[in-house]
């Protein structure tokens, strides 16, 4: 008597969300173009490793509340996986998926010896207070710590994390193995083995492959305009650097809106109002007030989205006034928003290139830690421009080669170097 097996194919379900839905999108374009092999592109569409964790935290008022967060590794062909650590009350396990995904092409593009990762608890912040907010990222650091290592994966900060976090799950990870480990993560304060330049890193990189489009366009930064939206650690960076490198940054929003102002804004001056009084943009009284999807639509020379992923949608992009869309922010623009760009011929430089300072100044302090040897903040400034502008030359010279748009240039360059390392390891057993 014989017994019908049935043999069902790995499903996706638990990750099936729209941000995830959009990084496979883009990686089935990528995989076709470069006709990968079939075997791994399955392989590749899939994260290596998702751990889901329950975080139990004692709030202030003695009642527990139990917070989800995960840690997802896409990928360690090249070597441990690297990506930030988000908090968020959207986070989920796709969103965490893709992002993930999008680090392993990140860090392959660039040329770092990382797969991809990222981490995720689905927690509103700011709501918070700074005790709660150390016991719950001590407890997830706990909990993901089997994942975590030098060697293994190093998380790094990303939305709604920081410097602060960082050194909370160092000391953790430090405490569970009886002696300072300094390269666990990256984006740490100076004093436990942080590097010189990591917190405006994606900021300064942002400005950097801008300069290099508008050059490219054959554009004067000095006449250029800028409009950023989000004005968290890579869009306040990103607005400093743009204003010192001779641009006139016009808007800049927040989740409560912008502000807009057509003789250019201060921006050391805007920060300063900002922090000091914990305002709104609105409540600086620098410019006009202007909704983010106004931002959006701004007639500008560089538009920079440096928020969450999906802004620009088939709704708004046939309505963006950019010449250079620079996209700060992982994922903002869906598949159908790219076509009609394209279209209306803005000039994309695609996340996994526009925003690779970060990790690329994360993986300096990383082998600083290594070596007990850091570095000046000239060298860490001269290395990441040398790094990240040849990732741009090379991939605008793969772009004009093979006929594609920078996005998927810069995909097809990140997933066949992957390619290439799980052909030539082979597959285990
Ligand atoms: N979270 C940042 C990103 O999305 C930085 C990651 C890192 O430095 O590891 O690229």
Redesign the pocket.
């Known amino acids: 008597m014989s017994e019908t097996v049935q043999v069902t194919r790995p499903t996706t379900n638990e990750l099936d969300t729209p941000t995830y839905r959009l990084a496979v999108a883009q990686f089935d374009q990528a995989a076709e173009a470069l006709n990968l092999d079939p075997n791994l592109r399955q392989r590749l569409k899939l994260p290596q490793r998702s751990l889901i964790v329950s975080i139990p935290v004692r709030m202030d008022n003695g009642s527990v509340e139990v917070f989800t967060g995960y840690r997802v590794q896409h990928d360690s062909s090249r070597g441990p996986s690297?990506?930030?650590i988000r908090y968020h009350p959207d986070v989920n396990l796709g969103e965490v998926a893709a992002?993930a995904m999008w680090?392993t092409w990140?860090c392959a593009l660039a040329g770092l010896p990382y797969g991809g990762a990222k981490g995720g608890v689905k927690v509103a912040p700011k709501k918070l207070s700074r005790s709660e907010l150390q016991r719950l990222t001590r407890r997830y650091a706990a909990e993901i710590f089997p994942l975590i290592g030098p060697d293994k994966d190093?998380?790094?900060?990303?939305v709604g994390t920081d410097a602060q976090v960082m050194a909370w799950i160092m000391d953790t990870y430090s405490q569970q193995v009886g002696y300072a480990v300094q390269g666990v993560v990256?984006?740490k304060p100076l004093s436990i083995g942080g590097s010189l330049g990591r917190e405006e890193a994606?900021g300064r990189g942002v400005v950097y492959v801008t300069m290099e489009a508008l050059r490219h366009l054959k554009m004067d930064i000095e006449k250029a305009t800028v409009a950023i939206q989000g004005f968290g650690n890579v869009g306040s960076n990103t607005a400093l650097i743009m204003q010192e490198a001779g641009a006139k940054v016009i808007a800049v929003s927040d989740v409560t809106g912008g502000i807009y102002n057509a003789k250019g804004l201060d921006i050391p001056e805007l920060l300063r109002r900002y922090r000091t009084n914990g305002q709104t943009l609105r409540d600086t009284k620098m410019g006009d007030f202007l909704t983010n999807e106004e931002l959006l639509q701004l007639n500008c020379t560089v538009l920079v989205p440096a928020a969450l992923s999906e802004q620009i949608t088939e709704k708004n992009a046939a309505n963006l006034r950019c010449r250079i869309l620079a996209e700060g922010a992982?994922g903002p623009t869906t598949l159908e928003a790219d076509r009609i760009l394209i279209d209306k011929g803005v000039f994309i430089i695609p996340d996994i290139l526009a925003?690779?300072g970060?990790?690329i100044v994360?993986y300096f302090e990383w082998v600083q830690d290594a070596q007990r040897f850091f570095w000046k903040a000239k060298d860490i400034q001269e290395r990441l421009h040398e790094i990240i502008t040849n990732a741009f030359h090379r991939t605008l010279s793969f772009a004009s080669a093979k006929k594609t748009s920078m996005r998927m240039a810069a995909l097809m360059s990140g997933i066949d170097k992957v390619a290439q390392a799980h052909l030539q390891r082979g597959l285990y057993p």
Not at 154 to 158: E, F, I, L, N, S
């Open positions: 690297k990506g930030g992002l680090m990140k190093v998380p790094a900060p990303d990256t984006g994606t992982n925003n690779s970060g990790v994360s």
